[in-house]
């Protein structure tokens, strides 16, 4: 389910940030939700997750570099346990093999675990540095699934509760038309 700015939203530089609150440099960021590290990488590589909906949300330039940033560090991340997972394989197999033949071990197999502690310690760095972000998107938009259809509920700048998405959008179109006057 894709949510798009209707023709009541022609002018979406009247918008605020949804981060900072600020409505200088405005732009548009497509963002998929969710985008929780839980989801698994192989989900993320068929793309098929059941509650997946895709929001425009307005963003300044800046908080869109750093929400970009973001979303590229958790990319990183889930491709290195990729590589730790597939390397332990790998090294599981061939030590399998050696150990079924009576063949001595290779020296390859503790190159391949080491390189796979490697990218999981750095994965693992890479995850408790964005699990804690400012930036991280589940801080400012999240999926309400209590009643039947699910809502798209945002944390605007400086308020404590959630609100609708589409009552945040109408409010800060209407608040950018009074500044303008």
Known sequence: MAIQFNGNFKNYRMLKCLICGDRHKISLKKIVIPFSLKHSFLKALIKWVKDQKEITLPLCQDCQKRVSRWNSLRLISEYLIFVFISLNLVSLFISSLVFA???????????????????????????????????????????????????ILVKPHNKEKWIPYKVWLGTSYLEGIENQD
């Open 101 to 151: 033949f009576n063949l001595r071990i290779p020296y390859y197999i503790f190159i391949l675990l080491l390189i796979g502690v490697i990218s999981l310690l750095v994965s693992l760095g890479i995850y408790y540095k964005i699990k804690n972000s400012d930036y991280k998107p589940s801080n400012y938009v999240k999926i309400d699934n209590k009643h039947l259809e699910s809502h």
